[in-house]
């Protein structure tokens, strides 16, 4: 797959770890110092696997390899550390964090004429990275914050002209999918379209999650060449309550025949099939106590789901406004206690071993996604009071 193909944080990271390893072959000029800039963990932790690999080797680590932290460590230390040799290894790599701190109050005029002073004879043997990560680069560099702009400025303007400026952007879904695709098929495994994007929507592009979902996926379908989107499903927490989160749009939109397809669906993409029952119920019962609690504070948008919903009880991030939005469809407190009645109904029967649990649910679904019949008003009154 060509660089170009990428989008900014992937071919600045790839142009990076290319200059390190030309240089380690001696091949190409290594710079003093580096600045990686933005907060893009997964790339970030490439960059620094590059460096190791091309100058630490394991058996000298101790010796060649410092990890600095600006808030404990003056930039003065850092400086003097990298200007000498070291007596049991033959280079220096040196990664220094918060560096946030020499941009914080006061001048650092002393600071600053410091670096200059090393970076006017620096040390050949060493090569210091700066480790910015207060910066975010969104994957659409014109979006940036004006705060993370100047931040990004003021860091290209002082460290940036002394040392190589490599740009993290964070990675876009569509270069999120690609990478999916590349790095299974290294291992001669296909990633179906379907599959990558579900892993991808899911897990939000954060790449560190999708790295490590991708590895519980490769050894979950070892020796079968292929990852569908049912095996993302079922290895995935988050493709299950996205899963979730679309039976309960369904049923909240009065929907019986998608409810119960998706359903069918949940079930099938279970390893325990029927015998996750349970495990549905409960979740379930935990969705529709959250929208009652948003449709009792009245919340209309993302921003004060947060404080409507107490720690431990909150949804993912990406669900928030699918939830309000189902929730609001609900008319009043009276339809979502009824449908928590029907789901404590239905775990009570499951509880007791019937012959078919997948007809329980099936049950369930269908009367959560039927309106609810009409009752005479004395029934109701006396409902209405055991209720409160």
């Not at 080797?57 to 990890?67: A, E, Y």
């Not at 690609?178 to 379209?193: G, K, L, M, S, Y």
């Not at 070892?222 to 095996?231: E, K, P, Q």
Request: one cysteine or more; charged letters at 30%.
């Amino acid at each position: 797959m060509t660089a170009a193909r990428w989008g900014a944080g992937f071919s600045a990271t790839g142009r990076f770890v290319a200059e390190i390893e030309a240089a380690a072959a001696g091949q190409g000029a290594l710079k003093p110092g580096y600045v990686l800039a933005g907060d893009e963990t997964f790339l970030l932790d490439r960059c620094r696997a590059a460096v190791l690999k091309a100058f630490v080797p394991p058996d000298l680590r101790d010796f060649c390899l410092s990890d600095l932290d600006l808030s404990g460590t003056s930039i003065f230390e850092v400086l003097d550390r990298a200007q000498t040799p070291s007596l049991m290894a033959p280079f220096q790599a040196i990664f220094v964090r918060n560096v946030r701190q020499l941009y914080t109050r006061g001048a650092k005029k002393d600071e600053f004429a410091a670096l200059e002073r090393y970076f006017r004879s620096p040390n050949p043997q060493a090569v210091i990275i700066f480790v910015a990560d207060f910066v975010r680069i969104p994957s659409d560099v014109r979006r940036m914050e004006m705060d993370d702009k100047n931040r990004f400025e003021r860091l290209t303007e002082t460290l940036g002209s002394h040392c190589g400026m490599v740009e993290l952007a964070r990675v876009t879904e569509e270069d999120a999918m690609r990478w999916v695709a590349a790095t299974a098929q290294e291992q001669d495994v296909r990633v179906e379209a379907d599959a990558a994007r579900e892993l991808v929507d899911a897990l939000g592009a954060d790449m560190m999650l999708i790295s490590s979902e991708l590895e519980k996926l490769l050894l979950y379908t070892l020796g079968r060449g292929r990852i569908t989107l049912g095996d993302v499903e079922t290895m995935v927490l988050a493709a299950k309550q996205r899963s979730l989160y679309e039976l309960t749009d369904a049923i909240s939109a009065r929907d019986r025949a998608r409810a119960l397809a998706l359903l069918q669906g949940l079930l099938n993409s279970s390893d325990a099939g029927e015998d996750a029952a349970i495990g549905h119920l409960y979740m379930l019962a935990r969705t529709f106590r959250q929208m009652l609690v948003i449709l009792e504070k009245n919340v209309r948008d993302s921003r004060a789901i947060w404080q409507a919903l107490w720690q431990g009880f909150r949804m993912p991030p990406f669900a928030a406004d699918d939830l309000i939005r189902q929730a609001r469809r609900y008319k009043s407190r009276r339809d979502l206690t009824r449908a928590l009645r029907l789901i404590a109904r239905a775990d009570l029967e499951l509880r007791s071993s019937p012959p078919d649990k997948r007809l329980v649910l099936e049950r369930l679904v269908y009367e959560l996604a039927s309106e609810p019949k009409p009752v005479s008003p004395i029934f109701a009154a006396v409902q209405l009071s055991f209720e409160v």
